[in-house]
């Protein structure tokens, strides 16, 4: 019954922005983690951002994501966010929700979103 549902992807311009959002519903008794991938054509998913309680992690690359990107939580509507500020056409991909869930029958899972296409142009 626990589905994510991503919003927010969309072409834009480099150096421009875009907001990420990612709500969580269903059966849900706790969030443990919630994060963004990403996976560009050809290429591996890989990690952009996780948020756990008060830890955020975000991926050590050389496309600088820590100094750019933002993620946040709104606890009370199972949603995370992604604020992605200075993009580069590096960035384009589908970015994939991602959430730790403890659903209402106590059982712990990893969930995905459908996942949303975020294009950066030159």
């Known amino acids: 019954q626990v589905q994510l549902v991503e919003s927010g992807g969309g072409l834009v311009q480099a150096g421009g922005s875009l907001r990420l959002s990612c709500a969580a519903s269903g059966n849900i008794f706790r969030i443990d983690r919630m994060g963004w991938y990403r996976q560009a054509p050809g290429k591996q998913r890989e990690l952009v951002a996780t948020?756990?309680?008060?830890?955020?992690?975000?991926?050590d690359s050389a496309d600088s994501v820590k100094d750019r990107f933002t993620i946040s939580t709104d606890n009370a509507k199972n949603t995370v966010y992604l604020q992605m500020n200075s993009l580069k056409p590096e960035d384009t991909a589908v970015y994939y929700c991602n959430a730790r869930i403890v659903d209402g029958r106590w059982r712990t899972g990893d969930y995905w979103g459908q996942g949303t296409q975020v294009t950066v142009s030159s």
């Open positions: 948020i756990s309680g008060d830890r955020r992690n975000y991926a």
